[in-house]
């Protein structure tokens, strides 16, 4: 129930408790008054009046009564009688042969004929004769008279009454005091209890609310028209909440990616630096790499040179060939300053592919590569996203070691808008899913060996971010590891 409709029925109740107090209180006065008036009907009236006008023993004094009771009514003595009692009479006499005869012993000067209700009075007059009743008519009575127990007449007359008793002030005053107290009481308690205190609570609430306790809501209100405003309130807070909770992570994560990007700008520095010094090193190297393959070269074309040299010339020169090789793929990864340009994705598969490629004949590796047809191109370096694409090959080699056949790896690509989406994934052991979040953290490995660096999967991470792409990875145990990288697309 709402607090407007508790007031108003608390109005009402004090009200009609006011009502019925001032009532009673006027009724016990009148019921008084009408106890005290009581004698002048019953004993003076008709004691005094009528039994002088009858006689001491109410009877007639001779044979015809009518004619005996028309005397006595008649005479001084009866009107003086009934003057202090009647403002006026009206009577009707009954002959013994059936005729009537009316008379007004206080007389009809005074009577204005105009206004006298002669005929409602003659039928209440009859009424009351044949009822034998008391009879209201006009501003008077009427009753039968009646002698031997026969009526012989019957009067109408208007008395005169004492003023009406006036009821006290008190019995009004008291209760409309009463009554209003009661209220303010009432309207207090249910004011305090349906809005006061929510309000206090609503004060704490928002208090509490504004210093960061975004979990606490408004207890239901008992009121309607505060229960909306407390659920509004608590909506409110939800979504605040809720905001906050996606702010905090917003932050969060937004603090991860800075202190990441903070790591990989430091070894990307560092990784700059060691490629400088590598392609430095590939190139001393292949300066005496190349007088080496001329002098092999020269032993072979002797003449009569023993089989058994040639052999070791051989093996010689296919030893100079692979490190002149791996030479070319260190200056190939060494920094370079270059443009962005279209490429097939296909390109990089196959030159991270051709690089391992000893590797997955040795270990008997099935690599299942499956690109959509017409597949848009990649723009960016195919060089950087070749060392994308050989890192992870040489992670899911790393785990195949030592772990029982079939080695699968599994290449898929496809198109998503205006992106590109690869997978590649292996059938490897996996790994937690709690080490996950650390995977693309530099100098983080799970392969638990000396020689394994821990920068292959961060420099993965920031060549394609470089690229404008996004990578995720996923991995449990016994269930392999699956990396998701999605790319923009030339067009």
């Known amino acids: 129930m709402s607090l407007r409709l508790r007031l108003l029925l608390v109005l009402l109740v004090v009200n009609l408790t006011l009502l019925f107090a001032a009532q009673l209180s006027s009724w016990a006065v009148q019921r008084s008054w009408l106890d005290a008036n009581r004698e002048v009907y019953e004993e003076r009236i008709h004691d005094h009046v009528l039994r002088y006008a009858f006689g001491s023993d109410g009877e007639p004094a001779d044979g015809d009564a009518p004619l005996t009771f028309l ?8 009107r003086e009688r009934f003057r202090p009692y009647f403002r006026d009479a009206f009577l009707v006499a009954r002959a013994s042969d059936g005729s009537t005869t009316e008379i007004s012993p206080l007389g009809a000067v005074a009577r204005d004929p105009e206004r006298f209700p002669l005929g409602e009075v003659r039928a209440g007059i009859e009424a009351a004769t044949r009822e034998r009743s008391l009879v209201r008519a006009g501003r008077g009575f009427c009753l039968a008279i009646v002698a031997e127990s026969r009526v012989i007449g019957g009067a109408w007359f208007e008395p005169v009454l004492p003023p009406p008793p006036q009821v006290p002030t008190a019995a009004f005053g008291v209760p409309l005091l009463v009554g209003t107290i009661l209220f303010g009481l009432a309207a207090h308690w249910l004011i305090g209890r349906g809005v006061v205190r929510p309000l206090r609570i609503f004060g704490a609430t928002a208090r509490a609310f504004g210093e960061g306790r975004y ?20 909506t409110m807070a939800e979504r605040i909440e809720g905001h906050h909770e996606e702010l905090a992570r917003e932050v969060a994560r937004a603090t991860e990616e800075a202190k990441r990007r903070e790591r990989a700008l430091l070894q990307s520095a560092r990784l700059a630096s060691m490629g400088t010094l590598a392609a430095g090193i590939a190139h001393e190297i292949n300066n005496p790499i190349g007088g080496m393959q001329n002098a092999v070269r020269r032993l072979e074309a002797r003449e009569g040179l023993p089989e058994r040299d040639r052999t070791y010339l051989a093996l010689v020169r296919d030893g100079l060939e692979r490190v002149a090789k791996i030479a070319r793929r260190v200056l190939d990864f060494s ?17 991270a592919r051709a690089l391992v490629e000893h590797r997955l004949h040795r270990l008997g590796v099935t690599v299942d590569v499956a690109i959509e047809p017409e597949l848009p191109l990649l723009v960016g370096d195919r060089h950087e996203f070749q060392q994308v694409l050989l890192n992870l090959f040489i992670n899911s080699l790393d785990v195949f070691e030592g772990h029982t056949p079939p080695y699968r790896i599994e290449v898929r690509a496809r198109r998503l808008g205006d992106r590109i989406e690869l997978i590649v994934a292996d059938n490897g052991p996996g790994m937690p899913r709690e080490l996950l979040p650390r995977v693309m953290d530099p100098f983080f490995s799970g392969k638990g060996r000396p020689d394994a660096s821990g920068l292959g999967m961060f420099i993965s991470y920031s060549i394609v971010r470089n690229h404008g792409g996004e990578i995720e990875v996923d991995s449990a145990p016994g269930e392999g590891f699956r990396t998701r990288i999605v790319l923009p697309a030339w067009s």
């Not at 920094?335 to 030159?351: N, R, S, W, Y």
Request: hydrophobic share 50%.
């Open 71 to 78: 005397r006595r009514l008649v005479s001084p003595h009866v």
């Open 215 to 234: 979990d606490l809501r408004m207890p239901g209100a008992r009121v309607p028209e505060l229960a909306v405003f407390t659920a509004a309130f608590n």
């Open 335 to 351: 920094p370079k300053q270059v443009q962005p340009v279209p490429f097939p994705l296909l390109a990089a598969i196959d030159g």
